[in-house]
């Protein structure tokens, strides 16, 4: 007996010691990486942390790096592709050793971005060349940059949506969900895949946000009030997900869904909708030629809302590419920042919006232009109390559960109702957002 | 694990002859013989606080804190944690669903035991069912996952399967709550058979064979060698098999996550915590919610042990 309090008591030692331990990574000063003068005096080797493990694996950003020591010769690139990108950061941003190029991974504070980045420069200075620049801005500074944009809408078959006897694109809800029927009594295709058991193509729905009310400053809206109020975006776009699995125009069995077979099946026209974003349609092309089918069937169409007569999308970053507050080459990793961003041509290699102001738009999103969506860049400077509200209530509004539960409740392998549940997602919200303070 | 070693021991230091002549070997050699099993037991001592204590210890101190997981900014909240997950009853909600794999377990126990009795007598192709019935365990629980996925999918192996005897069924396995729990916690049969056979095969092998020839000569059939023989036999394992697999519903990880991800009401107690902790940052509260399920299991196990004593087995 007496051994084990000695050894409960070594072992509490010990946990304290460790927490005293932890901690101590990442600086408080921070420091600023400078767009280098001259090209030819950088030098060093630095190391990109990179989502993009297919584009490493094929050669695609060796390519990149062949292209970036044209104008900067004494600069070498080296690439680590992680599977599980945001798992693996996570933990290695733990010690100083995170490259010396990284995507933020979404879990960093906003109000971190200071002890694990370096600046990229003012916001005022950059915000007149590039877009998404307030996702990034703490202070006035801002620590990283998005190499490409993307709009969130529905990848549908246009073949099949023709052969339903619909041309044009639905602009309210309800005309929605009827071309949805449509398609299902007129066609074999699947009228709307959830792609449930992947849990992330449902995060998307969140995207919905500012293109109901095609306000830019709907992200604050979130951080200021409950964002299942009546006639607010996010209700607005829950609802109709409910109805379209209440409608039954989704999958027989949503549990066991495959997001790989799924771009095929959408490609042949098997499926004939999936809510995604503009960066799907490089792959859904891609799935299409393979399946032997023609790559022009697939479309993309905005949220069915209008204001004033014109639908609205929202344009939002991807990954946003910062430097490591602790590298050694912090003028060669700006370097690489500024020319990926300006110059590699990543954004319309995948046929996606450039983050460079004024750029022209991909050429898929032709329809967009002539159709005159009026694209919003959402004002960000709520957003990181928006995430704080969202696990601090453990709603999860950027993660895939309470959507789960949304399809689960609409095809009745839950109890309940659809105002309750989105009345009690607002109750916890509200709570959260008061207990926040802000 | 000491109180072998000494008596062991015990004999030696007994014999007049030994002691003298270990008084007679110097310091240095003696100080030496001291050190040699803590050398060789150096390796895994190191291993075993590096990967496992010290985790721990950490895991403990990170519950008393409102850690995010990632910030270099962590406070000290004392007990808060424990307070937010004791006055937050739909936590524990989720145990319900361990109910579930707590009655997949006794069918587990009780399907192991029937093969490991019939396998331990001479039966054809022994070698051959023991190999199947274990094979399950060896596979990668993430390998299991996916291929129960396919399985249970809509026109899968199962409905292909079920097709072939007439019967058409038209369900989505894992589409309702309870459907889908009894399909995971059948996965989780399936997958843990083999070990508790297995175990329950070693105990049973370890009865000596002139019990079952005495037993026959007195007229009694295989289910009389059951009962009196093979079941009293082995009880010491079936009390550790019972207690792993009390622990083991109460800490299902796995075959839901992969699964479903706790979807559709599958969501156990360790998804649960793995969500708190990975998806909305709240480290602090997950370790505490981890430290909470460690102090239920441990508390199980101290009651289940209260009330079956772990006597000697003594058969003849």
Redesign the interface.
């Given at each position: 007996m007496n051994r084990r309090t000695k050894l409960a008591g070594s072992?509490?030692a010990?946990?304290?010691l460790?927490?005293g331990c932890?901690?101590?990574?990442?600086t408080?000063k921070g420091a600023d990486a400078k767009a280098p003068v001259d090209p030819d005096k950088v030098t060093g080797t630095i190391t990109v942390l990179t989502h993009r493990t297919d584009l490493v694996q094929d050669g695609t950003m060796k390519k990149y790096a062949a292209e970036f020591n044209k104008t900067y010769p004494k600069v070498e690139v080296e690439f680590d592709a992680l599977t599980d990108y945001e798992?693996e950061v996570?933990i290695r941003?733990?010690t100083e050793n995170y490259g010396d190029v990284l995507m933020i991974?979404a879990?960093?504070?906003k109000s971190?971005y200071p002890?694990f980045f370096a600046s990229l420069g003012t916001e005022t200075e950059r915000a007149k060349k590039y877009l998404f620049t307030d996702f990034t801005t703490v202070d006035g500074k801002v620590y990283g940059q998005s190499p490409m944009g993307a709009l969130p809408g529905f990848l549908y078959n246009k073949r099949v949506w023709k052969e339903a006897g619909i041309t044009d694109w639905p602009t309210t809800p309800a005309q929605f969900i009827d071309g949805l029927k449509a398609v299902k009594s007129r066609t074999d295709a699947i009228p709307y895949y959830t792609n449930?058991?992947d849990?992330w193509p449902l995060t998307n729905w969140t995207y919905v946000d500012g293109a109901v009310s095609c306000d830019p400053r709907a992200t604050s809206r979130l951080a200021a009030g409950d964002p299942w109020a009546e006639g607010e975006d996010l209700r607005v776009g829950d609802t109709m997900l409910y109805d379209i699995v209440r409608g039954g125009l989704i999958e027989?069995?949503?549990?066991?869904t495959n997001w790989e077979a799924s771009k095929p099946k959408l490609a042949k026209g098997d499926i004939a909708t999936m809510w995604l974003g503009s960066w799907a349609i490089t792959q859904f092309r891609a799935a299409a030629k393979q399946a032997g089918t023609n790559p022009d069937d697939i479309g993309f169409m905005p949220f069915p809302a209008q204001k004033d007569g014109k639908h609205c999308a929202t344009m939002s970053p991807d990954y946003n590419q910062a430097v490591n507050v602790n590298s050694d080459h912090k003028e060669a990793a700006r370097a690489w920042i500024d020319w990926f961003t300006d110059k590699s041509g990543y954004a319309a290699d995948n046929l996606t919006l450039s983050p460079v102001k004024g750029a022209p738009l991909p050429e898929v999103l032709q329809p967009y232009e002539d159709a005159g969506v009026k694209l919003i860049e959402l004002d960000d400077a709520k957003g990181a109390a928006v995430k704080e509200i969202?696990?601090?209530s453990?709603v999860?509004i950027y993660?895939?559960?309470y959507r789960?539960?949304l399809v689960?409740l609409a095809?009745g392998?839950?109890k309940g109702s659809l105002d309750d549940f989105l009345g009690d997602l607002g109750r916890r919200w509200e709570e959260a957002r008061k207990s926040s303070g802000s | 694990m000491t109180d072998t070693t000494e008596k062991a021991a015990r004999p030696e230091e007994a014999a007049p002859a030994a002691r003298t002549a270990r008084a007679r070997v110097p310091r240095r050699l003696r100080l030496r013989r001291g050190l040699t099993p803590w050398l060789f037991l150096a390796a895994p001592l190191v291993l075993l606080i590096t990967f496992t204590y010290a985790p721990v210890a950490n895991m403990v101190a990170y519950s008393f804190t409102d850690w995010d997981g990632v910030s270099p900014e962590l406070s000290y909240t004392g007990a808060d944690n424990y307070v937010e997950l004791f006055t937050r009853p739909e936590l524990f909600e989720v145990f319900f669903v361990s109910g579930y794999y707590l009655a997949a377990s006794v069918i587990q126990i009780v399907v192991a035991l029937y093969f490991a009795t019939v396998l331990s007598f001479n039966v054809r192709f022994r070698n051959f069912f023991k190999g199947i019935l274990f094979f399950p365990y060896l596979i990668n629980g993430v390998a299991i996952g996916f291929v129960f996925l396919y399985f249970f999918q809509d026109g899968g192996t199962l409905d292909s399967v079920l097709s072939l005897f007439g019967v058409h069924s038209d369900r989505a396995w894992l589409g309702t709550p309870v459907s889908a729990n009894v399909s995971l916690a059948g996965v989780s049969v399936w997958r843990y058979m083999g070990l508790n056979f297995v175990l329950f095969l070693g105990a049973v092998q370890s009865i000596p064979g002139e019990l079952y020839e005495a037993a026959e000569l007195d007229g009694a059939n295989r289910w009389h060698q059951f009962r009196y023989i093979i079941a009293p036999g082995i009880r010491p394992v079936l009390s550790l098999t019972v207690i792993l697999s009390i622990s083991g519903s109460l800490s299902a990880f796995e075959v839901p996550f992969i699964m479903t991800g706790g979807a559709t009401g599958t969501e156990t107690f360790v998804i649960q915590t793995v969500k708190l902790a990975f998806q909305f940052n709240k480290t602090g509260l997950a370790s505490a919610a981890a430290v909470v399920l460690l102090l239920i299991i441990l508390a199980v196990t101290w009651v289940q042990r209260r009330l079956v004593p772990d006597d000697k087995v003594d058969l003849v």
């Open positions: 072992l509490f010990a946990a304290l460790a927490a932890t901690g101590s990574g990442g408080s798992g996570k941003m733990n991974p879990v960093i504070k971190d002890r449930f058991k849990m027989k069995d949503p549990t066991t969202d696990n601090q453990e999860g993660k895939p559960d789960q539960d689960d095809r392998a839950r | -």
